[in-house]
């Protein structure tokens, strides 16, 4: 039976997933030597802006299938405070970094938490024996205290 919780992390994982799609589609449709030309200026080698893309790519992909969710956040995160440093902090918060860092926290809570609710990492890795037997003394524990 799914939670709250549960639902809620899923919201978050598809949301997260479809905007950094969206956001890596945008830039490879619009001309991706165009989007690395400008890292240069920012200190940062071209070659910082084909893997920002496809990283935005991938990884939004890879949120909305459930594919390696807490390597694929960490990743973005990792894009996020990239774009909060070095493009959107001079510009402040209102109009500048506000959606930025929204974004960074989006992707660290599925860092620390993952999303395994209709994600195929759950298929593909189920629940190890630890986790398991976690889980399975909290319930016995919560019994002996009811």
Partial sequence: MMNTQE???LLLRLVLGFTFLVHGVDKYRNGLADFAAGFPDMGLP???GYLIASIEL?????LLLGIATRLFAGL????MVGAIVFVKLPEGFIGGYEFNIVLLAMAIYLVLNGSRLLSLDAGLWP???RSSQSVYHSKSLNKRTS
């Fill in 127 to 129: 629940v190890t024996s």
């Fill in 7 to 9: 639902a809620g992390t």
């Fill in 58 to 62: 991938v990884g939004g992909a890879a």
């Fill in 76 to 79: 973005l995160a990792c894009v």
């Fill in 46 to 48: 071209s070659f910082a």
